[in-house]
């Protein structure tokens, strides 16, 4: 009854009118919706839209990744291990470029083996971001972010741990999600400390399971500790995440103007300034989080105090208070 193309038109279709009550349906690019007699022909021998999903699933394991369960309610103890990924972040507004890392992301996660996607970058180039950016495009709903401290949390019995990670990903094949582990170097010893296996041993044999598909973020520095351990390392494949450039910079800072200050902050030339003292001054931060930063300082300000300020005075202060932070840090 189905061939690829038709089974990929049937989706588009479903997708088109909502006609299923079960699936999450991600659409499928230039493939166009089947014919509606062609349409009938199909759904006369199926009871409804849901049965057609489930043949199609089974059938084609490769489209299985357009197609996935709703998520009505999460079980109790899964919400002890984290939250479902929202794409309700207001600085998602703000996001610009990155179309080739969204794209590639895609094609990773389509993969038959090690679609498992490591995204390396310096804290604030927008491993996080991308994605919440690469579920809002493909408008996935599905992705499932792991919080490491509530895995570890009561489990001090030897076992507990263990247990809970093997319940993790049981409930992560069952209702089809998308796990993101962001820090995802903070795994290494997790386990170890409270006596019983570290959870990248217990990950492994999950890591290439077809049905299970893992997200995880990290920086240079740490991934050459992840990155140490050889089956963990070849379960991934691994996305460098640079610096946006500065036109990409320029594209964001109008964003931001546009949808979180709703005002104008910086004009062109200034903001070019900005991000050149940003980028002498403060080495131990990154675009484009620092200048999103200080966008957010600059309108803070205003806000609060009800009048606008110079902006070099403002820089000035921003990057003051940076490098006491830094400073404290150091000390630490």
């Not at 199926?46 to 998520?71: G, N, P, W």
């Not at 038959?112 to 919440?132: D, H």
């Not at 140490?228 to 103007?257: G, M, S, V, W, Y």
Request: charged fraction near 30%; proline fraction near 2%.
């Amino acid at each position: 009854m189905f061939d690829e193309k038709k089974a990929k038109g049937a989706i588009n279709y479903i997708y088109k009118l909502n006609l299923t009550k079960n699936y999450e349906i991600i659409p499928f690019e230039g493939i166009e919706d089947l014919e509606a007699k062609q349409w009938e022909t199909i759904a006369s021998e199926f009871s409804d839209a849901d049965d057609i999903v489930k043949e199609i699933k089974e059938k084609y394991r490769s489209l299985s990744t357009h197609i996935y369960k709703r998520i009505n309610k999460l079980p109790s103890a899964l919400k002890k291990m984290g939250y479902m990924l929202e794409m309700n972040n207001p600085f998602l507004s703000v996001f610009v470029g990155r179309e080739a890392e969204i794209s590639k992301m895609n094609v990773i996660r389509h993969k038959r083996i090690k679609n498992n996607i490591l995204l390396i970058g310096e804290p604030g180039v927008g491993k996080t971001s991308l994605v919440e950016a690469y579920a809002k495009h493909f408008n996935i709903k599905n992705i499932f972010v792991v919080e490491c401290a509530k895995l570890i949390g009561n489990t001090e019995y030897r076992g507990a741990f263990e247990q809970r990670v093997v319940e993790l990903m049981e409930f992560a094949k069952g209702m089809e999600l998308i796990l993101f582990f962001d820090e995802i170097h903070t795994l290494l010893n997790l386990g170890k400390t409270i006596g019983g296996i570290a959870i990248t041993d217990i990950l492994k044999p999950y890591l290439l399971d077809q049905k299970l598909c893992f997200i995880g973020a990290t920086t240079l520095k740490e991934s050459q500790y992840l990155l140490k351990d050889e089956a963990f390392k070849r379960r991934f494949t691994p996305l460098i995440l640079q610096e946006p450039t500065e036109e990409i910079l320029l594209c964001i800072k109008d964003n931001f103007e546009n949808n979180i200050a709703k005002e104008g902050l910086l004009a062109e030339n200034e903001t070019r300034q900005v991000i050149g003292i940003l980028k002498e001054k403060i080495k131990s931060q990154y675009f484009p989080d620092k200048l999103v930063d200080f966008l957010d300082y600059m309108c803070a300000y205003f806000n609060v105090n009800g009048n606008r300020r110079d902006y070099m005075e403002l820089l000035e202060e921003y990057i003051h208070d940076q490098e006491v932070q830094g400073v404290c840090y150091e000390m630490e």
